[in-house]
């Protein structure tokens, strides 16, 4: 049916609709000024992105169709209601949704010529091909849920004449498929899902040389290190970071020591007051950030982000980082793209691959329904699972583990520079490993360049860049050990043990691989 057609079942009249109030105050307690053609408010009222809410754009979505006047005064109403008991942030995404409904209605509608729109148009036939077109796109069926929910209070909250009760109850039988919750993480997306294990080596060993400008790095820290929502960053106040002094008896002897904490403000589930739940911080990150305060003790603590914008000024921030590191992504061998999400998404995966409870990872996200956890249970066990997976001939590349080179025992320097070191094959921390028979390899660390290894060999040579294998060296007889061990320790022990050892087990298997290819293309 045509928008034409559907005009002439309207009356010609209406029963008038109620005034907006001139001043609306929202869930947090902000007063939002009605009576301009532009609504303002914050994500938060002690911060966070300032939202607009452009009632003529929104009026423009219908052309060539006029959106009538009172219809709009019922989208009017509807927003204000929504402000007195919904985040910010949520209802501004409900007026995004009026927009793309009005622009998406005059294209399936075919309207070509002026006409009129109102409510009374908007049939379960509408309803069901909104949800259809909404399905293939990116919003998938929120918007159907969130033009439901709109319709449901028009029906029986505001009691208006053109929606029509027992279709507002119909529209609850339909399924509206929202996005796969967590589908960046359950798929291990390489640019929105977390970070693996050598990408957060990479951004470790970048904070650690002092890369980027303080305050950047500042950003980057806070969010590797408690995985917040940008939202709570941009509302950190002077007075959240917490600075704790004290003397330590060593020995005999006081030093003082300085500890430091911070309130990071809720976003999640938060309620008309500001909440905030306090976080110890590393020693590294409390010294910058308390370099880097400025103000009174309510001023905000990243004073330098832009106060309308301030979650675009933290993205901007870690790219901004990531360049100055040159950071580059080994499974990608691209720019490594560094967002809030996926270090929040990072830090929970983690917690939850070395054996954190679901209660725990919910506390740490500031979550209350633990539903929304199972998605870091299910892809740090896919981690593992791909870990310890058996690597034949076509390993994966974006999982290598093996980082060294494979030579004869009888080369007389794996590495020219470097002084040859042999790596003895007898392993004190494996009983049932194989006694020396020569060794397992070189290493090509030079202590005057690359500084003194902090590894623990020779377990830990296997992940080395600076490890050269020998090719007949007793590697899967090491494997075999390091299987054999991992397994006993699982029933015995803390699992965040063994699961330290995948790393070096998987170096192992990648290496035998490489072996095994090679004596394929020599047979």
């Not at 974006?398 to 470097?418: C, E, M, Y």
């Not at 007949?472 to 054999?484: D, I, N, R, S, Y």
């Given at each position: 049916?045509?928008?034409?057609?559907?005009?002439?079942?309207?009356?010609?009249?209406?029963?008038?609709?109620?005034?907006?109030?001139?001043?609306?105050?929202?869930?947090?307690?902000?007063?939002?000024d009605?009576?301009?053609d532009?609504?303002r408010f914050?994500?938060s009222d002690?911060?966070?992105?300032l939202?607009?809410?452009?009632?003529?754009?929104?009026?423009?979505?219908?052309?060539?169709m006029?959106?009538?006047?009172?219809?709009?005064?019922?989208?009017?109403?509807?927003?204000?209601?929504?402000?007195?008991?919904?985040?910010?942030?949520t209802?501004?995404?409900d007026?995004?949704?009026?927009?793309r409904?009005?622009?998406?209605?005059?294209?399936?509608?075919?309207?070509?010529?002026?006409?009129?729109?109102?409510w009374?148009?908007?049939t379960?036939?509408?309803?069901?091909?909104?949800?259809?077109?909404?399905l293939?796109t990116?919003?998938?069926?929120?918007?159907?849920?969130?033009?439901?929910?709109?319709?449901?209070?028009g029906?029986?909250?505001?009691q208006?004449?053109?929606?029509?009760?027992?279709?507002?109850?119909?529209?609850?039988?339909?399924?509206?498929?929202?996005?796969?919750?967590?589908?960046?993480v359950?798929f291990?997306?390489p640019?929105?899902?977390?970070l693996?294990?050598?990408e957060?080596?990479?951004?470790?060993?970048?904070?650690?040389a002092?890369?980027?400008?303080?305050?950047?790095?500042?950003?980057v820290?806070?969010?590797?290190?408690?995985?917040?929502?940008p939202?709570?960053?941009?509302?950190?106040?002077?007075?959240?970071?917490?600075?704790?002094?004290?003397?330590?008896?060593?020995?005999?002897?006081?030093?003082p020591?300085?500890?430091?904490?911070?309130?990071?403000?809720?976003?999640?589930?938060?309620?008309?007051?500001?909440e905030?739940k306090?976080?110890?911080?590393?020693?590294?990150?409390?010294q910058?950030?308390a370099e880097?305060?400025?103000?009174e003790?309510?001023?905000?603590?990243?004073?330098?982000?832009?106060?309308?914008?301030?979650?675009e000024g933290?993205?901007?921030?870690?790219?901004?980082f990531a360049?100055?590191?040159r950071?580059m992504?080994?499974?990608?061998?691209?720019p490594?793209?560094?967002?809030p999400?996926?270090?929040?998404?990072?830090?929970?995966t983690?917690?939850?691959?070395?054996g954190?409870?679901?209660?725990?990872?919910?506390?740490?996200?500031?979550?209350?329904?633990?539903?929304n956890?199972?998605?870091?249970?299910?892809a740090?066990?896919?981690?593992?699972?791909?870990?310890g997976?058996?690597f034949?001939?076509?390993?994966?590349?974006?999982?290598?583990?093996?980082?060294?080179?494979?030579?004869?025992?009888?080369?007389?320097?794996?590495?020219?520079?470097?002084?040859?070191?042999?790596?003895?094959?007898?392993?004190?921390?494996l009983?049932?490993?194989?006694m020396?028979?020569?060794?397992i390899?070189?290493c090509g660390r030079?202590?005057r360049?690359d500084?003194l290894?902090?590894?623990?060999?020779p377990?830990?040579?296997?992940?080395?860049?600076?490890?050269?294998?020998?090719?007949?060296?007793?590697?899967?007889?090491?494997?075999?050990?390091?299987?054999k061990?991992?397994?006993?320790?699982?029933?015995?022990s803390?699992?965040?043990?063994?699961?330290?050892?995948?790393?070096v087990?998987?170096?192992?298997?990648?290496l035998?691989?490489?072996?095994?290819?090679?004596?394929g293309?020599?047979a």
């Amino acid at each position: 049916m045509t928008a034409p057609a559907l005009r002439d079942r309207l009356p010609t009249s209406w029963p008038l609709v109620p005034a907006v109030r001139p001043q609306v105050i929202t869930k947090d307690r902000q007063i939002v000024d009605t009576t301009g053609d532009v609504w303002r408010f914050r994500a938060s009222d002690d911060g966070g992105r300032l939202l607009h809410i452009n009632w003529p754009v929104i009026a423009a979505a219908s052309a060539p169709m006029l959106l009538a006047e009172r219809a709009m005064q019922i989208i009017k109403l509807y927003i204000a209601h929504r402000l007195t008991f919904s985040k910010g942030m949520t209802v501004w995404n409900d007026s995004v949704m009026f927009r793309r409904f009005l622009r998406w209605y005059v294209a399936a509608m075919r309207v070509g010529r002026p006409a009129a729109f109102d409510w009374q148009l908007v049939t379960e036939d509408v309803f069901r091909a909104f949800l259809e077109h909404g399905l293939k796109t990116a919003s998938k069926g929120n918007d159907f849920a969130r033009l439901r929910e709109m319709y449901t209070w028009g029906a029986f909250g505001a009691q208006l004449p053109e929606f029509d009760p027992d279709l507002a109850l119909a529209l609850k039988a339909i399924r509206a498929q929202g996005n796969i919750k967590g589908a960046a993480v359950r798929f291990r997306d390489p640019l929105k899902g977390p970070l693996d294990q050598d990408e957060q080596r990479i951004v470790a060993r970048a904070i650690a040389a002092g890369a980027g400008t303080p305050s950047d790095r500042a950003v980057v820290m806070l969010h590797f290190e408690l995985g917040l929502n940008p939202q709570s960053t941009a509302r950190m106040r002077n007075n959240d970071l917490r600075v704790f002094s004290a003397n330590l008896v060593d020995g005999g002897r006081s030093r003082p020591i300085t500890k430091y904490q911070i309130r990071a403000p809720r976003v999640k589930k938060r309620r008309e007051f500001r909440e905030t739940k306090t976080r110890p911080i590393s020693d590294q990150l409390g010294q910058l950030l308390a370099e880097l305060r400025r103000g009174e003790p309510a001023d905000p603590l990243f004073h330098w982000l832009s106060p309308d914008a301030p979650e675009e000024g933290i993205n901007q921030a870690m790219v901004r980082f990531a360049t100055a590191a040159r950071l580059m992504s080994p499974r990608t061998r691209s720019p490594l793209h560094l967002t809030p999400r996926r270090f929040r998404s990072t830090l929970a995966t983690e917690m939850a691959r070395e054996g954190a409870s679901r209660e725990r990872i919910a506390e740490v996200l500031d979550h209350t329904d633990l539903q929304n956890v199972n998605v870091y249970i299910e892809a740090a066990s896919y981690v593992v699972d791909q870990l310890g997976a058996r690597f034949d001939q076509m390993f994966d590349p974006l999982l290598q583990r093996f980082r060294g080179k494979i030579v004869d025992s009888t080369v007389p320097r794996a590495f020219p520079k470097v002084h040859p070191k042999v790596i003895p094959g007898d392993i004190i921390q494996l009983p049932t490993a194989p006694m020396n028979v020569g060794g397992i390899g070189m290493c090509g660390r030079d202590a005057r360049k690359d500084g003194l290894c902090r590894l623990a060999p020779p377990l830990t040579c296997y992940p080395c860049e600076f490890f050269a294998a020998f090719r007949a060296g007793p590697h899967a007889e090491v494997l075999t050990a390091l299987e054999k061990i991992s397994e006993e320790m699982k029933a015995t022990s803390d699992s965040r043990i063994p699961m330290q050892l995948e790393d070096v087990m998987s170096a192992i298997r990648q290496l035998l691989a490489q072996i095994h290819q090679e004596q394929g293309h020599t047979a």
